[in-house]
């Protein structure tokens, strides 16, 4: 069994940057991480993943070239450095561990496991 805890998110203005933090708790090694967010009233969207070994990373392209995903092995925990935040960043961020594949790392309902959420608020 694996429990995601993440932090990290804030009020933050635009420009700034953050970085959001999924601490896990069991074996998670051979799984992909996943970040997904949800603005209000939009679907839940795919944000960026990869490989809790290490490896490729994927984003979104809306996210692309501002938004960083890297694993800390040694920590069990996966980050993600978002910089130059827009308005539209505002969400509450997900991240989600499980057997996936490429085929699949895209879909949050495909995880195995999904932490609670950590609140970013972008402000003009």
């Known amino acids: 069994q694996v429990q995601l805890v993440e932090s990290g998110g804030g009020l933050v203005q635009a420009g700034d940057s953050l970085r959001l933090s999924c601490a896990a708790s069991?074996?998670?090694?051979?799984?992909?991480v996943g970040w997904f967010r949800q603005a209000p009233g939009k679907e839940r969207e795919f944000v960026a993943a990869?490989?809790?070994?290490?490896?490729?990373?994927y984003y979104a392209d809306s996210v692309k070239g501002r938004f960083t995903i890297s694993v800390d092995n040694a920590k069990n925990t996966v980050y993600m450095q978002m910089n130059s935040l827009k308005l539209e960043d505002t969400a509450v961020y997900y991240c989600?561990?499980?057997?996936?594949?490429?085929?699949?790392?895209?879909?949050?309902?495909?995880?195995?496991?999904r932490g609670q959420g950590t609140q970013v608020t972008v402000s003009s």
């Open positions: 989600a561990a499980g057997m996936n594949t490429i085929a699949t790392m895209t879909r949050f309902t495909s995880y195995d496991y």
């Open positions: 069991g074996r998670t090694f051979s799984m992909y």
């Open positions: 990869t490989r809790w070994s290490g490896g490729s990373a």
